[in-house]
């Protein structure tokens, strides 16, 4: 196959191109670098299957022929979407139309990476995909939340009225090696705290939950969900539910260091509680999350220390 990768040099993109590339597909990735990073994708410049551009996707631009297309490109982390809101609006409106224009154009099958965010602060509890959320269009996060609902809106609009060959995945909190550990989500700045010898910073009490998959486990999904014919949502997340206190307690133990922790304010409209279900993920793609908590998490600090070296 030859695949495009938006947001190739990003955390989960770096983690996709590579298993792609290993199941000798031809990869081109493309990033503009406003969140990713080069050295993500450095050691991958060289090889004969895979090809970089540094591109912003709002412009358009001729990529060659493509069979599929996962479309990643978006500001995943909090502090940057917060610090870029319209550049966040911008490419989950103009740069999805983009990739959808070269999807139909192309005929190629195109994946859309979604997010639990779509379903904002939820007032059912686990979230199916069923749930229509409650999201706030004008607070702080509502660049990132109303550009993915937007995006998703784009792809059924383009699925139904085009019939281009799209899927939509709803992607939990996840982690693993790759992670920027500047970007300020929870378990980078717990680990890089950690590894700092620094107090780990906690909003709120750290009652509210969250859960966490590994990289391998939802590129695995993603993997699957493109391999099916479904075009509607489907959540890719791991159900294992922690608090954000029991997350640095495990964070701590893990890394063998004592619990040192500094509490501060929770951010407006921060989520009370997330954890997916992934019913239809199961049936669909006969997938569920393998690797466990403290394995993923001895992965992941081993490449922070590597990386903040
Ligand atoms: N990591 C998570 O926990 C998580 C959860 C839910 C959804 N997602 C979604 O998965 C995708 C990947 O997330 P991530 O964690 O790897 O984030 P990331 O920020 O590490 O990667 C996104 C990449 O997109 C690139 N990008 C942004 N705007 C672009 C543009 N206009 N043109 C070209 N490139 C652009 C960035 O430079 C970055 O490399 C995103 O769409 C994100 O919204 C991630």
Redesign the pocket.
């Known amino acids: 196959m030859r695949v495009l990768v938006?947001?190739g040099?990003?955390?989960?993109?770096t983690n996709l191109v590579r298993r792609l590339l290993s199941e000798g597909h031809y990869v081109i990735c493309?990033?503009?670098?406003?969140?990713?990073k080069k050295e993500n994708i450095e050691d991958l410049l060289d090889k004969e299957n895979f090809v970089f551009f540094e591109?912003?996707?709002?412009e358009p631009t001729d990529y060659g022929d493509v069979d599929w297309i996962f479309h990643?490109?978006?500001?995943?982390?909090v502090y940057?979407y917060l610090n870029h809101p319209v550049?966040t609006l911008k490419?989950g409106g103009i740069?999805t139309i983009n990739m959808l224009e070269y999807a139909k154009e192309k005929n190629a099958r195109i994946l859309f990476?979604?997010?639990?965010e779509v379903y904002g602060d939820p007032e059912v509890h686990p979230q199916n995909e069923d749930y229509r959320g409650n999201v706030s269009s004008i607070g702080p996060r509502s660049c990132y939340d109303e550009s993915?609902r937007y995006a998703e809106a784009l792809m059924m609009a383009y699925h139904r009225k085009y019939n281009v060959d799209t899927r939509i995945a709803r992607?939990?909190?996840?982690y693993g090696p790759y992670m920027?550990p500047d970007d300020r989500r929870v378990l980078p700045n717990f680990i890089s705290q950690g590894l700092k010898g620094e107090p780990m910073t906690i909003y709120g009490d750290g009652s509210q939950t969250r859960s966490y998959c590994y990289v391998d486990d939802t590129v695995e999904g993603l993997m699957r969900l493109m391999e099916t014919d479904y075009h509607l949502p489907v959540n890719i997340g791991n159900p294992e539910e922690y608090t954000i206190l029991e997350t640095a307690e495990i964070v701590c133990e893990v890394m063998g260091i004592e619990k040192n922790f500094v509490f501060m304010p929770l951010p407006e409209d921060d989520p009370m509680r997330r954890r997916p279900d992934i019913t239809r993920a199961k049936e669909i793609l006969g997938w569920e999350p393998g690797v466990k908590f403290r394995d993923g998490l001895k992965e992941t600090i081993k490449w922070f220390q590597k990386r903040l070296q």
């Open positions: 938006t947001g040099a990003g955390f989960i993109g493309v990033d503009n670098l406003i969140t990713g591109q912003d996707i709002n990643l490109a978006s500001i995943g982390s940057h550049e490419t740069g990476s979604s997010t639990s993915k992607i939990f909190n996840t920027d």
